[in-house]
Antibody
């Protein structure tokens, strides 16, 4: 069974940092591109960042470029999102999502972790 | 970016009804269109990929159609567990082109 379990969310002040993790199981993690998708409270879905299976290619939505860093550890079946210089508008549930065969089709999602940026 | 516009924004239907949700792209996206269902407090679930492919494990009452700029998600014989919000999504590489529709909230009467 494919499982994605996020952790690391919490309350942080504007300008602060937070590090999210996603541990994968039930599939060969090292062969899949992975993503972070977020959802602000009461709002729709927004793709945030992607990383290729070998970590060679990384992509970000413009609003987080220079502030967020995506990475992975294939030996530990883990995906990460380092979030710096956080803003109120980054408040959201952050989901890690598996990419179906590199097509940016998200076939499995974690349960999400809530990040709240507030003073 | 190619925005996706869903209609209606919300609807209410009865068990057994046929329900149709639309997604329109501002420019042609061929069949690079997926559909997800999200229930309150839960993660989205992939229903349809590449406009008309039924994801494994998804009931056959769900179907997708369309290409270019106009797409449709159809639920034949609506079931009580089909409530939730439905999103369309453009799949694209590089991923900066990925966009989601604003969602359609489906309520069961």
């Amino acid at each position: 069974e494919v499982r994605l379990v996020e952790s690391g969310g919490g309350l942080v002040k504007p300008g602060g940092s937070l590090s999210l993790s996603c541990v994968a199981s039930g599939f060969t993690f090292r062969t899949y591109d992975m993503n972070w998708v977020r959802q602000a409270p009461g709002k729709g879905l927004e793709w945030v960042s992607s990383i290729s299976s070998d970590a060679y290619d990384v992509y970000y939505i413009d609003s987080v470029k220079g502030r967020f860093t995506i990475s992975r550890d294939n030996a530990k079946n883990s995906l990460f999102l380092q979030m710096d210089s956080l803003r109120a508008e980054d408040t959201a549930v952050y989901y890690c999502a598996r990419d179906y065969r590199g097509s940016t089709t998200f076939d499995y999602w974690g349960q999400g972790t809530l990040v709240t940026v507030s003073s | 970016d190619i925005p996706l516009t869903q209609s209606p924004s919300s609807l209410s239907a009865s068990v057994g009804d046929r329900v149709t949700i639309h997604c329109r792209a501002s420019h042609s996206i061929d069949t690079y269109l997926n559909w997800y269902q999200q229930k309150p407090g839960k993660a989205p679930k992939l229903l349809i990929y590449a406009a008309s492919g039924l994801q494994s494990g998804v009931p056959s009452r769900f179907s997708g159609s369309g290409s270019g700029t106009d797409f449709t998600l159809t639920i034949t014989s609506l079931q009580p567990e089909d409530f939730g919000t439905y999103y369309c999504q453009r799949s694209f590489s590089p991923p900066q082109g990925v966009t989601f529709g604003q969602g359609t909230r489906l309520e069961i009467k």
